[in-house]
């Protein structure tokens, strides 16, 4: 019988990441989100005015691909971009729909964590101790 691979906490955090991250997808669905939808609509909403440029490098994305999201955003009446012509720069916003369509997936969210921090209390708990600690920069 062989050795297990040793411990790794890189493949460990990838792995949980991985799964939760599955769990969320599964639980926007029903709001016609994806993580990415979710994250972009969330960024809108974070920083009111924000630019294409931003939006897409924040997000991690092309300007173009932010650019498609954010039209298929203004069609479903989630986000309204206040100057949208043709050599202007954007000044994006989430409308009333957007906002209640992210209140809803909060608390997709809030269920989420309920249920994560039942099941794995000390990893959970683990987890909020490192992110204060890296907040509070005594990491």
């Known amino acids: 019988m062989s050795e297990p691979p040793p411990f790794s906490p890189t493949v460990t955090l990838l792995t949980v990441g991985r799964v939760w991250e599955a769990a969320f997808t599964e639980a926007l669905k029903p709001l016609g989100l994806t993580t990415r939808k979710y994250g972009l609509l969330g960024h809108v909403r974070g920083t009111p005015g924000i630019s294409f440029s931003e939006l897409a490098r924040r997000s991690r994305i ?78």
């Open 62 to 139: 092309t300007v173009q691909s932010a650019h498609t999201a954010v039209a298929a955003f203004v069609r479903a009446g989630l986000v309204d971009d206040g100057t949208a012509h043709a050599g202007s720069a954007s000044s994006l916003r989430v409308t009333a729909d957007g906002e209640s369509l992210l209140a809803r997936a909060a608390e997709v969210v809030a269920r989420l964590d309920v249920e994560f921090a039942a099941r794995y209390p000390e990893l959970t708990e683990a987890l909020r101790a490192q992110m204060a600690r890296a907040v509070s920069g005594t990491d």
